[in-house]
């Protein structure tokens, strides 16, 4: 058995896969424990093009962070952010404009541990232990009201988090919450895994989530969208993560459904 590392907080079970730590995996990261990379192996058996759907997703929220800082929104509230990996929403932001002001939500303990780590000495971003599902605490958090001013806009980010809520936590209540704290000009951008156009190999992935990390729930592209409330919706509208404004036509590829998940961003008018 992996030892356990003497950083890791205690209320941390690594004897469980985390799906945080399997996506950090895929993307190449150094945060996640045997039993992650042991899952993350058992996924790619029936699923190899996991990596690619990870670095796509990922590509996603770099594109649209940067869509949002051209429309000059400076502050971001980035939940379900998960573990601290090249090309975080801080390093984009403030490599454009140092001011940027950006605030991180996530119920990964190990996520949170090495986010408060990487951020010591950033006094524009901060890292808040805390799940989606409870949007009043995030919204009023102190350390969310320090940096955030909700009477300016802001853009909410959940990218690749929206599939672990199942509908019984009612998340179609919360979204409404979150869109109607943002003023006028804010955005929102989301990803979420879906079964529509995929291979018969989802099934057995969401099936693997299910039974051995967080639990998965897929939706249609109007589930999805019914997300965004009445914000307008940017073009090109709901698409896979690389149709999603590609720097260039030969960023997508032949089936970028195959990316596996839907791309969203929408603004309050």
Known sequence: MEQRPSWVPKEVDVSKPSAARVYDYFLGGSYNFAVDRAFAQQLLSVAPTMPM?????????RRAVQYILGHGVRQFLDI???LPTTGN????????YPDAKVVYVDNEPVAVAHSELMLKDNDSATILHADVRDPDWILNAPQTRALIDFDQPVALLMVALLHFVPDADEPAEFMRRYREVLAPGSFLALSQGTEERQPPQVHAVRDLYNQRANRVTTRTSAEITAFLGDFEIVEPGLVFTPEWRP???SDVPDEPELAG?????GRKP
């Open 247 to 249: 720097e260039s036509p």
């Open 53 to 61: 759907v990870c670095r796509q997703n990922r590509s996603f929220l």
């Open 80 to 82: 379900g952010s998960g």
């Open 89 to 96: 929403v801080h390093e984009i932001a403030q490599a454009a």
């Open 261 to 265: 998940f839907y791309a969203i961003v």
